[in-house]
């Protein structure tokens, strides 16, 4: 990974993307460093992620709630203010969501088993 210099962010400033999920949509805000990235994400009402993600993740909510369902049946409940971490490879999850959430996602190189 490279060095990062003080670095501040203006969200309002950063490119909206849109990613169609099994069923609703997830919108990202991304910021690439390197082997580090950093996401505010945005899940809609009803959103349910089209994979099994086995990447790993540092995820904090920001706002709503949302369920982080594990492979192995296992869900968990996020809530504002809470986070989950996982390393690269160490578990199958995708997101679902009932109403809109907004999370703070950051991964990278730091994350490899």
Same mark, same amino acid.
């Given at each position: 990974? !490279?060095?990062?210099?003080?670095?501040? $962010?203006?969200?309002? *400033?950063?490119? +909206?993307?849109?990613? =169609? &999920?099994?069923?609703?949509? #997830?919108?990202? /805000? !991304?910021? /690439?460093?390197?082997?580090? +990235? $950093?996401?505010? %994400?945005? @899940?809609?009402? &009803? @959103?349910? *992620?089209?994979?099994?993600?086995?990447?790993?993740?540092?995820?904090?909510?920001?706002?709503?709630?949302? !369920?982080?369902?594990?492979?192995?049946?296992?869900?968990?409940?996020?809530?504002?203010?809470? #986070? @989950? %971490? %996982?390393?690269?490879?160490?578990? #199958?999850? +995708?997101?679902?969501? =009932?109403? !809109?959430?907004?999370?703070? $996602? %950051?991964?990278?190189?730091?994350? =490899? *088993?």
């Amino acid at each position: 990974m !490279t060095n990062i210099p003080f670095t501040t $962010i203006d969200w309002t *400033a950063i490119e +909206r993307t849109e990613h =169609k &999920g099994e069923t609703g949509t #997830s919108f990202w /805000q !991304t910021l /690439q460093f390197g082997g580090l +990235r $950093i996401r505010i %994400v945005e @899940y809609s009402e &009803g @959103y349910l *992620a089209d994979h099994w993600c086995e990447k790993g993740h540092v995820v904090h909510c920001l706002e709503g709630e949302f !369920t982080s369902e594990l492979k192995t049946g296992e869900k968990v409940i996020l809530k504002k203010g809470m #986070s @989950y %971490v %996982v390393s690269d490879n160490l578990s #199958s999850h +995708r997101s679902l969501s =009932k109403s !809109t959430v907004k999370l703070l $996602i %950051v991964d990278g190189d730091f994350l =490899k *088993a």
